[in-house]
């Protein structure tokens, strides 16, 4: 069974779509909606622990202008963290959401999971990086 649906595949070049190019991208938004083809509640932040149901947050970990030229940069780079938190294992979730972001054009460059046993949740995170054209702003 493929890890992504037809549906799920459609969802994502929709959202590409969306988004042709550097310029027109919110990177917040972007990530969102592409998490948000799981299905599962997704929102940028931390844990939220009024949510009782398996959810998934991001946040920005660094961003960074890099490839100069002539003192201008050309790309940013952005390190995002995704957690993915649950009352329950999520090994698929993660390796869904891992494929969802590679295929967005994020790099996958490490991962942590853990079972908080005071909390009795499970928290599984993945760390991406991002690099953005930004040639021809100012």
């Known amino acids: 069974m493929a890890l992504l649906s037809?549906?799920?595949?459609?969802?994502?070049?929709?959202?590409?779509?969306?988004y042709p190019n550097s310029e027109?991208?919110?990177?917040?938004?972007?990530?969102?909606?592409?998490?948000?083809i799981t299905g599962v509640h997704t929102e940028e932040g931390w844990y939220n622990q009024d949510?009782?149901?398996?959810?998934?947050?991001?946040?920005?970990?660094?961003?960074e202008d890099i490839d100069f030229s002539e003192d201008t940069n050309e790309n940013e780079e952005y390190y995002i963290q995704v957690d993915i938190w649950s009352k329950e294992d999520c090994f698929k979730l993660k390796k869904k959401v891992k494929k969802?972001?590679?295929?967005a054009g994020f790099t996958y460059f490490t991962g942590n999971d853990q079972y908080e046993v005071e909390t009795g949740i499970y928290h599984k995170a993945a760390r991406f990086y991002f690099s953005m054209n930004v040639e021809g702003e100012n």
């Open 100 to 103: 969802l972001l590679k295929k």
């Open 6 to 18: 037809e549906e799920e595949k459609k969802q994502l070049n929709k959202v590409l779509a969306k």
């Open 51 to 63: 949510i009782n149901d398996t959810h998934i947050t991001f946040y920005f970990m660094s961003d």
């Open 24 to 36: 027109d991208l919110d990177l917040t938004e972007f990530i969102a909606e592409v998490i948000g």
